[in-house]
């Protein structure tokens, strides 16, 4: 069966979720909001009244409710970026600087009551069956960041400052060492709080961590 990730564009023509409209950006927080508020009682009526808009146009826009949880989970998940750089000019401070950026922006998503509310939810879903939110949440949350970052590894391997075999192997070990125990900590209730100064400390350490285990310390040009 297609996913529903993958049907949305077809379905919802004009709507980029990582840049949709003012409008459209106001019916998706409008989601996230009452997520926040009202966990699994979503529906497409719900949300009109909280987004002041008619239920026709939400279908028009997302097609269904599928395609509004998927554009919903690409909107959130679309404040993670890879740091900027240049691929010609990529050197060992840009790549530290891009993984660190990487590394705050990510925590910073995760640790909002938004994304808790949005991720309580989707593993509630995932467990009962009741809607595809589960694996929503997981092409177009995790697997969507790790294809954002990816590509920062491999440059950083073709210019000589990264030795890895396996990219995804890579990826989860800086997921793994950015992360920490933060989400699940988050997800079962743990007051544990993150203000910018944790949250840039932390997104430091897991890069030192990161680039001492991958870090080529020659940092000569790969070979061609």
Same mark, same amino acid.
């Given at each position: 069966m297609t996913s529903a990730a993958k049907t949305l564009a077809p379905e919802t023509p004009g709507l980029d979720p990582a840049e949709p409209t003012a409008r459209q950006a106001a019916v998706l927080d409008a989601v996230l909001a009452l997520m926040q508020e009202e966990g699994g009682q979503l529906t497409m009526a719900a949300v009109a009244r909280r987004a002041s808009c008619s239920k026709e146009t939400l279908y028009k826009w997302f097609g269904d409710r599928d395609g509004l949880l998927t554009a919903t989970v690409q909107w959130q998940a679309s404040r993670v970026r890879a740091g900027r750089y240049d691929r010609q000019r990529l050197d060992a401070s840009s790549l530290r600087d891009s993984l660190r950026d990487f590394a705050?922006?990510?925590?910073?998503?995760?640790?909002?009551?938004?994304?808790?509310?949005?991720?309580?939810?989707?593993?509630?879903?995932?467990?009962?069956?009741?809607?595809?939110?589960?694996?929503?949440?997981?092409?177009n949350g995790r697997f969507a960041i790790g294809n954002r970052l990816k590509p920062v590894l491999e440059e950083g391997r073709a210019a000589g400052l990264l030795a890895f075999d396996d990219t995804e192997a890579a990826f989860r070990t800086f997921f793994g060492l950015a992360g920490r125990d933060v989400q699940i900590r988050l997800l079962l209730g743990d007051d544990l709080k %993150?203000?910018?100064?944790?949250?840039?400390?932390? !997104? &430091? /350490?897991?890069?030192?961590?990161?680039?001492? %285990?991958?870090?080529?310390?020659?940092?000569?040009? !790969? &070979? /061609?």
């Open positions: 705050a922006n990510w925590l910073s998503v995760i640790s909002s009551p938004t994304s808790i509310a949005l991720n309580r939810l989707a593993i509630s879903h995932a467990a009962s069956k009741q809607s595809n939110l589960g694996q929503i949440v997981l092409e %993150l203000g910018k100064a944790e949250i840039a400390r932390d !997104a &430091a /350490a897991a890069t030192d961590q990161f680039l001492t %285990l991958y870090g080529r310390t020659d940092q000569k040009p !790969a &070979a /061609a």
